[in-house]
Each structure stands twice: as C-alpha cells, then as structure tokens.
C-alpha cells in the first residue's frame, strides 16, 4: 500500500524567513496530494492541495509543489509569522480510483516560528 | 454552513467496555472517513464510505473495530472491548464525494482514554 515520509520532524525558524516540509510517497497511483496546519488542541485544516496534473499551486504565502518523477511534493510557506507555528501533514491519496479516496498522512513536521 | 460534528468531545472508559462515537458529516457529503491519531503522531486510517458502496475497511486495526453509516449520513464507530492501546483521538472527515470534490474536512474529534 502507499507509504507517506515526511522531513523534518521539526523546524525551527525567524520570523519572515521561508519553511520547507518535504514528503515523498511509495504509489505512483496517488493522484492528491492535500496539506494540512493541525494547532494544539485543534482538528487538522486543508491549507492547500494538488492534484497530479499540476506541478505547482500557490495561495498567498503558501505554495505546494509536486514532481510525479520523483514522487515527492513539498509545502513552502514564505514570511513566516509566528501563527504559523503549528503541526503541519502531508498525504496522498488515490482519489476516485476504486475504494481508495482514504488519505495516508506523513508523521507530520511540527513548526515554529521565533518573534 | 455546518461543520462535521462528533461526540462525545471526551470519553473516559474502563478496560473491557464498549464504546460508540458518533459523526455527523456535513449535509450533502457522501463520502465519510474514520481516522485515528495517537498523542503525537500521525494520522492513521481506519475505514471509508462512499454513498451506497461498500466501506473500505482496510484500515480497522483489528476486529474489535466496526462501523455503520446509516441513511448515508450519520456514522458510528464502535470499538468492543477496548484495550488500552485504543487510547487515541479518533477523527471524523466527510467531502462530497465522488467526481465532485476531493477536499476532506475534519470534525473536532473524540478524544479516548481507556483507564
């Protein structure tokens, strides 16, 4: 079945400057790849997604890019602001195929964000 | 409009027990999801519903686990004799379901602790 890896576990940045989260998936069927922000406490929330037939999707200060080749996609969030700092997932999933719209979620990378 | 909802928030239960949550996905969502995520970890898959279809149960770590969805909406998972082990946060999400929307929103969550 898909397996999701997700790096780093933890990041550590200054206000303003950029964060990286790297994940790669195992299933070349994977066909969504969505990002979550989950806060202490809270329920995880969609921040952005791709579909495979895109390399790339921006929203504000956040950007998701994906390289099917390769199999990995990554999270970029530029001018960091400390409520940023958070538990950020990935996961893949293989859509409307089959049964199979269930999401498999990296271990998550957990952020913050220094004033 | 509405969010999915879940309850209860917080169940406290004693080894050997039974015990149901209960989600109700946002109106006009066919597709419904079970997840679970233990303290500090990922999120782990446990079963999937698509309207009338047959659910996708290949995430149920063991047959303690079952869930119903009944009229299509409501769900309830049930976990027979709990284990200690089945301390976890357990997570609801719906969409909309096939051919219409990929995006899955999360309820709040049952948090579960088996004493």
């Known amino acids: 079945g898909e397996n999701v890896e997700q790096h780093p576990s933890t990041l550590s940045v200054q206000e303003g400057d950029s964060a990286v989260i790297k994940c790669t998936y195992s299933?070349?069927?994977?066909?969504?790849f969505p990002w979550y922000k989950q806060e202490l406490g809270k329920r995880p929330q969609l921040i952005i997604d791709?579909?495979?037939?895109?390399g790339e999707k921006k929203d504000q200060r956040i950007a998701v890019t994906l390289n099917k080749t390769a199999k990995h996609f990554s999270l970029h969030i530029t001018e960091t602001q400390p409520e940023d700092s958070a538990v950020y997932f990935c996961?893949?999933?293989?859509?409307?195929?089959?049964?199979?719209?269930?999401?498999?979620f990296g271990k998550g990378t957990k952020l913050s964000v220094k004033p | 409009g509405a969010g999915v909802s879940q309850s209860p928030s917080n169940k406290v239960t004693e080894k050997g027990k039974d015990v149901e949550l209960r989600c109700d996905p946002i109106?006009?969502?066919?597709?419904l999801y079970w997840y679970r995520q233990s303290l500090g970890q990922g999120l782990e898959f446990l079963i999937y519903?698509?309207?009338?279809?047959?659910?996708?149960k290949s995430g149920l770590p063991s047959d303690r686990f079952s869930a119903e969805r009944t009229g299509g909406s409501v769900s309830t998972l049930t976990i027979q004799r709990t284990q200690q082990e089945d301390s976890a946060v357990y997570l609801c999400?719906?969409?909309?379901?096939?051919?219409?929307?990929?995006?899955?929103?999360f309820g709040p969550g049952t948090r579960l602790t088996v004493t």
């Open positions: 299933d070349s069927a994977s066909n969504y």
């Open positions: 519903f698509q309207g009338n279809s047959a659910p996708d």
């Open positions: 791709i579909r495979s037939n895109v």
């Open positions: 999400a719906s969409s909309a379901g096939f051919r219409r929307s990929y995006e899955q929103y």
């Open positions: 109106s006009g969502h066919t597709a």
């Open positions: 996961a893949a999933s293989m859509g409307w195929r089959g049964s199979q719209g269930n999401l498999i």
